[in-house]
């Protein structure tokens, strides 16, 4: 598998939730697909206000870039925010105190306004450069974990798809087949739970370890002032530092390390991967929330996850896990219905169709 490097980057600021190399298989015209608001409960298909372009949905701009300012960042990073600094040949005072150390700056980048700025003359520079220099360094944006899930998980979703439809139309009637992919597809329904909302429940869980242990509840809770953003998208400190702390779990995921990479190893090691394929006439629908995990009868965590519109897949702990072969199951007209309406109520906001037909996927 391709190896983490902390130099890739990528120039695109369009960052999708949920991938549209995921969402294309429910595509029915290019990149159109329907898309269903949860809470709407009339539906007119002939209105055309749910067809939408795979490119267009689920997708927030800059969500997986790290900016100046946040909490979890490593040197390199500080010095790629204040390289501006020694273009301009520029000396920084807080508080009377040179400080030369970029993560250190990082850390008081909240007070940029009380910093006291020095050209290569040792003369303040003017409020206005000061300003203008501010927003040189915020607009820095250090994408290497878009670029790595584009380059170890998204692009490489087709053909994964593809190979693993391949194998079960191969062996049609077979009530296993082989594994193929295995790990690949595992790492990436993995890193899709923890990319969608509502917040992964381990992500929400260390994030309350985390202000619990540092009494930081009240302060969390304060706005964020429109000049204070890192995000458009972020209104309180919270919100900023649950988002912060996301990232550095996806940073330790691409190195194999962390909450994510241990989530990925417990289902490769502990769990069988069923294959779902729906009755002749039904279809499968999928959602901004498509991996849906809940607790079966015997109170252990399973996973339902659609993988196109003719197939989806439980993943459920096993005694004796199989990883050379993924089991096969036909369900009938009642099942399938049963299987859509989990994964819609499992939705954040919106579900999608393949076709505009809503009997061939709910009663």
């Keep these: ?31 159109l697909v ?11 298909f002939a209105s055309g206000d749910y067809v939408k372009n795979t490119s267009r949905i689920f997708r927030i701009n800059n969500f997986y870039s790290r900016r100046v300012g946040a909490l979890f960042q490593n040197k390199s990073d500080c010095d790629k925010y ?27 980048f909240y007070e940029y306004e009380n910093w006291s700025i020095y050209d290569d003359t040792n003369n303040l520079i003017s409020e206005f450069d000061k300003g203008t220099l501010k927003k040189e360094i915020q607009a820095i944006h250090i994408r290497d974990l878009e670029e790595a899930w584009n380059r170890m998980y998204e692009n490489n979703w087709p053909d994964v798809r593809s190979e693993i439809v391949a194998e079960v139309n ?49 302060v969390l809770d304060e706005p964020l002032l429109d000049s204070e953003k890192m995000y458009p998208f972020i209104d309180t400190h919270r919100e ?28 490769y090691d502990t769990m069988d991967i069923h294959l779902l394929i729906p009755e002749s006439g039904y279809e499968f629908i999928t959602s901004d929330n498509p ?23 439980t993943v459920r702990k096993s ?30 906001k919106g579900y999608i169709l393949h076709q505009p037909h809503l009997k061939m996927y709910f009663k």
């Design 1 to 31: 598998m391709t190896q983490f490097d902390p130099n890739w980057s990528s120039y695109s600021e369009k960052h999708h939730l949920v991938p549209n190399t995921y969402l294309k298989a429910w595509k029915h015209n290019k990149s």
């Design 34 to 44: 329907y898309y269903i608001d949860k809470q709407k409960s009339k539906i007119d």
């Design 82 to 108: 204040f390289a501006p600094l020694k273009s301009y040949k520029y000396m920084v005072k807080i508080n009377g105190i040179e400080v030369v150390d970029s993560t250190e700056l990082n850390k008081k």
């Design 170 to 218: 191969k062996n049609f009637g077979a009530d296993k087949i082989s594994s193929v992919r295995r790990e690949e597809f595992i790492r990436f329904m993995v890193s899709i739970e923890w990319r969608t909302e509502p917040a992964h429940p381990l992500l929400e869980e260390a994030f309350n370890n985390l202000i619990n242990l540092l009494d930081l509840s009240k």
């Design 240 to 267: 900023e530092f649950k988002h912060n702390l996301l990232l550095s779990m996806y940073y330790k995921f691409f190195n194999n390390k962390g909450p994510i990479y241990e989530e990925f190893k417990h289902i």
């Design 291 to 313: 991996v849906c995990r809940f607790e079966n009868s015997k109170n252990e965590i399973e996973y339902i996850f659609p993988i196109t519109p003719q197939l989806a897949c």
């Design 319 to 348: 005694k004796s896990v199989d990883k050379e072969h993924y089991f096969v199951r036909n369900l009938n007209k009642e099942q399938v219905l049963l299987y859509n309406d989990q994964i819609k109520n499992n939705c954040s």
